[in-house]
């Protein structure tokens, strides 16, 4: 009966020093996987949700554009507009390089 007390004993321990050093870690590695892949699939559906919003906002416009036509911008005059040259210091700023709409779009989203 100490013999298989004994045995017990090792058993038991040999089962416990298993479960500490190879399923647990692995059971917690599965669930901190888990919650960085959830995480990682919201921000690239974010990011596929604001991607198609400024799409939208420049069709938007775009079609704005159209609809007023083409006579409109020769009445407004034929003058060659020249694109201002970007301010380096604001260069990295989206709401710099936004029109009102999209820059409206992209605040909602934000």
């Given at each position: 009966?100490?013999?298989?007390?004994?045995?017990?004993?090792?058993?038991?321990?040999?089962?416990?020093?298993?479960?500490?050093?190879?399923?647990?870690?692995?059971?917690?590695?599965?669930?901190?996987?888990?919650?960085?892949?959830?995480?990682?699939?919201?921000?690239?559906?974010?990011?596929?949700?604001?991607?198609?919003?400024?799409?939208?906002?420049?069709?938007?416009?775009?079609?704005?554009?159209?609809?007023?036509?083409?006579?409109?911008?020769?009445?407004?005059?034929?003058?060659?507009?020249?694109?201002?040259?970007?301010?380096?210091?604001?260069?990295?700023?989206?709401?710099?390089?936004?029109?009102?709409?999209?820059?409206?779009?992209w605040r909602a989203t934000t």
């Amino acid at each position: 009966s100490i013999a298989t007390v004994g045995a017990l004993s090792f058993w038991y321990y040999f089962f416990a020093i298993i479960m500490e050093a190879y399923f647990i870690p692995n059971l917690v590695l599965a669930v901190i996987n888990d919650e960085f892949v959830k995480a990682s699939e919201e921000a690239d559906q974010k990011e596929r949700d604001r991607l198609a919003l400024e799409q939208r906002v420049k069709q938007q416009a775009e079609l704005k554009r159209l609809a007023v036509g083409p006579g409109a911008e020769a009445a407004a005059g034929s003058e060659e507009t020249e694109e201002e040259e970007m301010d380096p210091v604001h260069a990295h700023n989206p709401e710099y390089r936004m029109t009102p709409e999209e820059l409206a779009a992209w605040r909602a989203t934000t």
